[in-house]
C-alpha cells in the first residue's frame, strides 16, 4: 500500500501526481473527468498529417458541429473527402448529413461502442486532456479553453512517431517560425531575391518528405499490427455467418440475465474487423459493427 501511494501528495486539500519529468498532475474525481472532455466538444484530426484542429464549445449540436467544420477544416484546408465521425446525434442529424452531401464530403460512422475505430480522435483527445491538465496547475477550472491552443499548438509542431515529422512541415512544408527565431532575425525571416528560386526547390522537397511520411507510416502500421496479432485472437467473421452482439452496458445486466443478444446475420464488411449486420426478418441494422462486440452462434441439428 505505500508503495502504492508513494507518488500522490495532498497539496492545500487536492490531490496531486507526481509525474515523470512533468509537472504535479491534479487528480480528477470520474465526475470531474467527464465533464473536462465533455467541455472539449469539437476534435479533428487529419488522418495523414495527424493535424489536430480543436474548438472549445458551450454546447454540442448539429449547427455548432457544423459551424466548426465550416470554418476550421473547410475554409482553411478545402472539402475533405470523408470523414469518419462518432455515433453521436448531433452527426447523424439531416441538417448536418444534408451539409455534408452539398460540399462533396462522404461521411464513415465508427463502429458502435468501439472507439477504437476512432483511434486518431481517441488518442487527440487524450493529448489535449493531458496536456490542459499540466497547464491548469493551481489555476481557475475556466481557463482551460485558454490553454487549449496552447496545447493542440505544442502536438503540432512535434514529431510524430507514426510520420517521422511534424504534423506543420506535412502540411505547410516547413517549420514552424518560432517567437525565438524570428527575434532573432534567423535566415528564414529575411527576404531575398532568390525567394522564387527557393519556393520551387522546396515544393519539389515538400513532395519527398510527404513520400517519405507514407513510407514511414506503412512501416509504423505493419509493426504495430503484428505486435497487435500477437496479443489478439483474430475472429474468423465471414458473410453469411450468425452472429451474437454484446448487450449495452453487460455490467449492468443481472446474473441471471442474457449478455448477448441475437443472433443476426453478417451481411457485410466495410473494413477489417467491422461488419454490416442484419436482423432474422431481413431488416438492415443501422452502422457497423466491431468484432470485439460479436461472438460466433451456432446451430445444432438433432
Not at 252 to 258: A, E, S, Y
Request: with cysteine; net charge positive.
Amino acid at each position: 500500500m505505500e508503495a502504492r501511494t508513494r507518488p500522490y501528495v495532498m497539496i492545500e486539500g487536492e490531490l496531486y501526481k507526481h509525474g515523470v519529468c512533468s509537472p504535479l498532475l491534479k487528480c480528477l474525481s470520474r465526475t470531474e473527468g467527464i465533464e473536462l472532455m465533455k467541455e472539449i466538444h469539437a476534435v479533428a484530426v487529419e488522418y495523414f498529417s495527424k493535424w489536430i484542429e480543436a474548438k472549445p464549445l458551450a454546447t454540442i449540436t448539429s449547427v455548432t458541429v457544423q459551424k466548426f467544420f465550416w470554418q476550421n477544416i473547410v475554409c482553411r484546408f478545402g472539402v475533405p473527402k470523408a470523414i469518419t465521425v462518432d455515433n453521436g446525434t448531433q452527426f447523424n442529424a439531416e441538417t448536418f448529413k444534408e451539409f455534408c452531401e452539398q460540399i462533396g464530403t462522404k461521411i464513415h460512422f465508427a463502429s458502435i461502442r468501439h472507439p477504437e475505430s476512432n483511434g486518431l480522435v481517441e488518442r487527440a483527445n487524450g493529448i489535449i486532456m493531458t496536456g490542459i491538465m499540466k497547464l491548469i496547475f493551481n489555476q481557475p477550472r475556466g481557463k482551460w479553453p485558454d490553454e487549449l491552443i496552447k496545447v493542440v499548438w505544442s502536438h503540432n509542431t512535434t514529431i510524430s512517431r507514426s510520420t517521422g515529422f511534424t504534423p506543420f512541415k506535412l502540411l505547410f512544408g516547413d517549420e514552424a517560425i518560432t517567437p525565438e527565431e524570428a527575434k532573432a532575425g534567423s535566415i528564414r525571416t529575411v527576404a531575398s531575391a532568390e525567394d522564387e528560386a527557393d519556393y520551387s526547390v522546396a515544393k519539389d522537397a515538400i513532395e519527398g518528405i510527404r513520400l517519405q511520411a507514407v513510407e514511414n507510416i506503412n512501416k509504423y502500421q505493419a509493426e504495430t499490427i503484428k505486435w497487435r496479432n500477437k496479443k489478439v485472437r483474430l475472429k474468423n467473421i465471414k458473410l453469411g455467418h450468425l452472429e451474437l452482439r454484446r448487450v449495452a452496458n453487460p455490467d449492468t445486466v443481472g446474473k441471471l440475465q442474457l449478455k448477448w443478444e441475437g443472433p443476426f446475420l453478417v451481411v457485410s464488411s466495410s473494413r477489417p474487423g467491422s461488419y454490416r449486420l442484419k436482423y432474422m426478418d431481413g431488416n438492415d441494422i443501422p452502422r457497423s459493427w466491431n468484432a470485439d462486440e460479436l461472438r460466433r452462434y451456432y446451430v445444432y441439428l438433432m
